[in-house]
T-cell receptor, first 117, second 113 residues
Framework: GAVVSQHPSRVICKSGTSVKIECRSLDFQATTMFWYRQFPKKSLMLMAT?????????EQGVEKDKFLINHASLTLSTLTVTSAHPEDSSFYICSATDRGVGNTEAFFGQGTRLTVV | AQSVTQLDSQVPVFEEAPVELRCNYS??????LFWYVQYPNQGLQLLLKYLSGSTLVKGINGFEAEFNKSQTSFHLRKPSVHISDTAEYFCAVGNTGRRALTFGSGTRLQVQP
C-alpha cells in the first residue's frame, strides 16, 4: 500500500528557532499534500493544502508566515515552523493523496511531536 | 460546508463485548466516509472507507461500518473487541470538491479486561 513517511517523529527546539518537518510519499506521486495539527485529546485541524509547484492554501486563522509550506516535488512537502513558541507545541500530521487513484483516499504520515521549550 | 459529529468522546467496553462508535455527518454534496484509528503518538491508519455501492463496508481488524444516507450516519461496529483495539477512532468525511478530509472530534475506545 501507499506509504507516507514523516520526519522527524519527535523534535524539541528552543523558543525562537525554526523547525522543518518533512513529508514524503515513498511509493506514489502526490500532487496534493495536507498538513494537520492535533492538539492533545483533540481532533485533527487542517492547517493548509500543499500543491506541487504552487503556493499552499492556508485555512482561516493559520499564519502563513509562521507555518511555511513548500511542495517542491511530487513526493516531498515540508512544513517549517518559524520562530517557534511554546504555544506551537503540538502534534503535526501530514497526508497525501495518490494522483494515480484520485482523491478518494488520503495516506497519513506517522506524525511529528513538536515541543518548544 | 461539511462537518462530522462523533457524539461519544469515550466508550469503555469489556473485552469480547460488541461495540458501536457513532458518527454523523452533514454535507451539501455527495461524500466519501472514512474511519481511522490512531494509537498514541502515531499517525492515522485507515480502518475502512465508503465511496459508493454497498452501504455495508468491511474493514481491517474485524471492523465494519454501515452508511445510512437518510440518517446521515456512518457508525463503526465490531462484534467482539480485544484489548489491542484500545485507541482513538476518528470518523472523517471527504468529497470530490474538497479533497482535504474533515474529521470528527474522535472517540476513545477503552477495552477493559
Amino acid at each position: 500500500g501507499a506509504v507516507v513517511s514523516q520526519h522527524p517523529s519527535r523534535v524539541i527546539c528552543k523558543s525562537g528557532t525554526s523547525v522543518k518537518i518533512e513529508c514524503r510519499s515513498l511509493d506514489f506521486q502526490a500532487t496534493t499534500m495536507f498538513w494537520y495539527r492535533q492538539f492533545p485529546k483533540k481532533s485533527l485541524m487542517l492547517m493548509a493544502t500543499s500543491n506541487e509547484g504552487s503556493k499552499a492554501t492556508y485555512e482561516q486563522g493559520v499564519e502563513k508566515d509562521k507555518f511555511l509550506i513548500n511542495h517542491a516535488s511530487l513526493t516531498l512537502s515540508t512544513l517549517t515552523v518559524t520562530s517557534a513558541h511554546p504555544e506551537d507545541s503540538s502534534f503535526y500530521i501530514c497526508s497525501a493523496t495518490d494522483r494515480g487513484v484520485g482523491n478518494t483516499e488520503a495516506f497519513f504520515g506517522q506524525g511529528t511531536r513538536l515541543t518548544v521549550v | 460546508a461539511q462537518s462530522v459529529t462523533q457524539l461519544d468522546s469515550q466508550v469503555p467496553v469489556f473485552e469480547e463485548a460488541p461495540v458501536e462508535l457513532r458518527c454523523n455527518y452533514s454535507s451539501s454534496v455527495s461524500v466519501y466516509l472514512f474511519w481511522y484509528v490512531q494509537y498514541p503518538n502515531q499517525g492515522l491508519q485507515l480502518l475502512l472507507k465508503y465511496l459508493s455501492g454497498s452501504t455495508l463496508v468491511k474493514g481491517i481488524n474485524g471492523f465494519e461500518a454501515e452508511f445510512n444516507k437518510s440518517q446521515t450516519s456512518f457508525h463503526l461496529r465490531k462484534p467482539s473487541v480485544h484489548i489491542s483495539d484500545t485507541a482513538e477512532y476518528f470518523c472523517a468525511v471527504g468529497n470530490t470538491g474538497r479533497r482535504a478530509l474533515t474529521f470528527g472530534s474522535g472517540t476513545r475506545l477503552q477495552v477493559q479486561p
